[in-house]
């Protein structure tokens, strides 16, 4: 059965309305790109690029992140915090390699735009990772500056591929291949429409513990599954990016990450020991000049009371984006004779029937 959508699969997880692509890239003004490292018998790791806007250090986006667990790194979140903004692109990678991104990324950013270049103002890049070691030599350090730039050149909009790429391609989620993930959600907020987009890089959990939609799915699978991978010494992270053009204050936006953590919990997620629950948001309502010389600005934003269906809606899309990650991903053999399997969408398709029929009686 070809690699798909859990939506085509039959799972449609919550309520809402998804956006036209059921993507990140929903959220207008939104690109992502990949770069691939897929070779010989122990190569498989790469980059993914998420770009908030073309101008994104001269227009400055609100932002905020939360950590429901630390054990992993997002580097430039103690900036995001403390100016509650966004300066620029997202990446994402495998552990080792996130130095190397960063200098890529800055190094696109000086050349990109001139007040880096001419005046030598600095920026402290935003790039998270997860491990990869199962399935990759990470000791190889493949990912290098040119990848780097290649990937933020090959960003759009649209579709874009999802499961055992870029940053995905050596993932694993509750003992299944995964990867990057993607779903979006449409809301309305006083008769005004706006979209929640989610991107993943899953990499955490135990199969046992997997529920779709609720049901516990990762039970039955894991019995009719056979051999599978069993990371004993790993439990995994996962990064997640919030993209909204709902106005928000960054407080705000921290409160929709923290919702985010609920969707990863309900796929399964207990947040172990040396796992990386990580989240980082931002709203394209609100754009902040860079060189602005007013000392006002006003912002934009929906009262709390009205935020409730945001919440609800991001949750969803959390759920989804990683589900999306597995049923992307085909099975994939790396370093050390290691084998994932990707999950059997046959059967997690008549499993997710019989407990919706059962649900029904």
Not at 99 to 120: C, P
Not at 141 to 160: Q, R, S
Not at 162 to 168: E, F, I, M, P, Y
Not at 224 to 242: A, D, E, L, P, W
Request: net charge neutral; proline share 2%; with cysteine.
């Amino acid at each position: 059965m070809k690699r798909c959508s859990c939506r085509e699969l039959g799972i449609i997880i919550g309520k809402f309305d998804t956006g036209a692509y059921n993507n990140i890239t929903d959220v207008k003004g939104v690109k992502v790109g990949h770069v691939t490292l897929n070779s010989g018998e122990d190569t498989r790791t790469g980059v993914t690029v998420l770009v908030p806007n073309e101008k994104i250090f001269n227009d400055k986006l609100v932002a905020s992140s939360f950590i429901l667990n630390g054990a992993g790194e997002v580097s430039g979140l103690i900036q995001i915090n403390e100016w509650g903004l966004l300066e620029t692109p997202i990446a994402l990678t495998n552990t080792m390699s996130i130095g190397n991104v960063s200098n890529g990324i800055s190094k696109w950013m000086s050349k990109r735009f001139e007040k880096i270049w001419n005046t030598r103002d600095v920026v402290i890049p935003v790039v998270g990772e997860c491990d990869d070691s199962f399935l990759n030599n990470t000791n190889s350090f493949p990912i290098k500056t040119d990848h780097v730039l290649d990937c933020i050149k090959n960003v759009k909009g649209g579709a874009f591929e999802q499961g055992s790429v870029g940053a995905g391609t050596g993932m694993i989620c509750c003992d299944f291949k995964a990867g990057v993930g993607s779903s979006s959600r449409v809301i309305k907020i006083d008769g005004c429409a706006y979209t929640i987009g989610i991107l993943v890089i899953s990499n955490f959990g135990h199969m046992r513990d997997l529920r779709v939609d609720g049901f516990p799915i990762g039970r039955i699978l894991e019995a009719h599954q056979g051999n599978y991978c069993k990371r004993t010494t790993n439990y995994g992270s996962v990064i997640t990016i919030i993209a909204t053009d709902i106005p928000t204050s960054s407080h705000q936006v921290q409160k929709l990450c923290k919702r985010a953590a609920l969707g990863i919990g309900r796929v399964g997620s207990y947040a172990a020991h040396g796992s990386g629950e990580i989240i980082v948001g931002f709203s394209t309502a609100n754009v902040i000049k860079h060189a602005s010389k007013k000392p006002h600005y006003r912002l934009n934003i929906i009262l709390d009371t009205h935020l409730n269906c945001a919440y609800e809606a991001t949750i969803e899309a959390v759920e989804e984006a990683i589900l999306n990650s597995m049923t992307y991903s085909d099975s994939m053999a790396g370093i050390d004779g290691n084998v994932v399997p990707g999950v059997d969408l046959k059967l997690l398709k008549r499993l997710y029937k019989d407990f919706t029929d059962l649900e029904k009686m």
